[in-house]
């Protein structure tokens, strides 16, 4: 089956910028509101709904705006059909640099991400 990656490629890069941008809502334009964002820290998982990770990101610094180096790419688009996508994907906002894991699903107004994991380094 081969199925067209532009359109999942194109919520991806909107992502991107709206990472690097600190735009929250660029990010949650591309985010189902019932989405949430899960990691581990100290062992435990940790699990932030959408809004309140827009929220953080409405407070914190831009890497766009403290001039930091813009670096993000995807690693590999998954599609079992033409209305799932699996998306490894690297970014930083350092000193933390990222693999998120999203998952994207299609609905009748496109393509939104409903499911974020990630884990990060911290780098010097």
């Known amino acids: 089956m081969s199925l067209d990656r532009s359109t999942v490629e194109a919520v991806v890069n909107h992502y991107f910028d709206g990472l690097y941008e600190g735009d929250a809502d660029k990010l949650g334009a591309i985010f189902d509101p019932s989405a949430d964002l899960r990691w581990v820290e100290k062992g435990e998982l940790q699990v932030l709904p959408v809004p309140d990770w ?9 890497g766009k705006a403290e001039g930091k180096k813009r670096e993000d790419f995807i690693v590999t688009i998954d599609r079992s059909d033409d209305k799932t996508a699996f998306v490894k994907l690297r970014c930083q906002l350092p000193p933390r640099y990222f693999t998120d894991y999203l998952v994207a699903m299609k609905f009748g107004d496109g393509w939104k991400i409903v499911s974020k994991s990630y884990r990060y380094d911290l780098r010097e």
């Open 54 to 62: 827009l929220d953080r990101v409405r407070k914190r610094p831009s």
